[in-house]
């Protein structure tokens, strides 16, 4: 069973930078993709940034270029979100999605989150 964990949010101040982490466990497909999510109460989740395999191609929110950085290093089975200039419209709780297809089938898992809070 594949298990992800994330780790990094907290409470910052507007300008400010933090880093997302999240580890990836049982996964045993060569390929996947590694994505960032957020979420506001009252709101859909929506993309954040995205890191697809094979060729490691990288996109992100709008909102986000520029500031925002997606990483992965795959032998930890780790993806990372490197936040800068912090807004408090960023503040949210941020999932890790890990995604991948065996057979035409998608597979889809998701971390419990960590909550972002940014202050003006």
């Known amino acids: 069973q594949v298990q992800l964990v994330e780790s990094g949010g907290g409470l910052v101040q507007s300008g400010e930078s933090l880093t997302l982490s999240c580890v990836a466990s049982g996964l045993t497909v060569k390929y996947y993709d590694m994505s960032w999510y957020r979420q506001v109460p009252g709101k859909e989740r929506e993309l954040v940034a995205a890191?697809?395999?094979?060729?490691?191609?990288?996109n992100y929110a709008d909102s986000v270029k520029g500031r925002f950085t997606i990483s992965r290093d795959n032998a930890k089975k780790t993806v990372y979100l490197q936040m800068n200039s912090l807004k408090p419209e960023d503040t949210a709780v941020y999932y890790c999605n890990v995604a991948y297809f065996v057979l035409g089938f998608k597979y889809d898992y998701w971390g419990q989150g960590t909550q972002v809070t940014v202050s003006s």
């Open positions: 890191n697809t395999d094979p060729d490691s191609s990288t």
